[in-house]
């Protein structure tokens, strides 16, 4: 019975590569030899050329926001143009959320504290 897969990311090369879940084991992109990081199961890759998601995933990534399967199926909500990612960084830096937590959330109050 083999392990269950997993998707590993290569920002500079805007690919996604399935494989199986090792914590030991560094993986290296093929194309560029740049380790890979490491999405989570519950991820679906953007069309290669689709610059801007590819923009917005590498944001969300550096935040530390990743996508494994919760318990009742996806990952939850991500945002998926950097439009949606501004108004949430815009929103963690008046409320003083942090980044992360700002970037899953399915929508922004409108009636952000002022500070």
């Known amino acids: ?4 897969k997993t998707s590993y990311v290569c ?4 690919a996604s ?3 199986p879940y090792g914590r030991d084991r560094e993986r290296i ?5 740049q380790p890979l990081i490491h999405v989570g199961s519950a991820f679906a ?10 923009r917005t995933l590498s944001v969300l990534l550096h935040a530390g926001v990743r996508f ?7 990952p939850g909500y991500r945002p998926r143009t950097l439009r949606e990612v ?5 929103y ?10 700002s970037l899953i959330r399915s929508d922004v109050p409108f009636s952000m504290p002022r500070g």
């Open 1 to 4: 019975m083999s392990h269950a």
């Open 11 to 14: 920002l500079p090369c805007r």
């Open 17 to 19: 590569y399935k494989q």
């Open 29 to 33: 992109c093929p194309r560029c030899t």
């Open 45 to 54: 890759a953007p069309r290669r050329r689709d610059t801007a998601a590819w």
């Open 68 to 74: 494994h399967k919760s318990c009742c199926g996806g």
């Open 86 to 90: 501004r108004e949430r960084m815009t």
């Open 92 to 101: 963690a830096r008046r409320s003083g959320e942090p980044f992360a937590r």
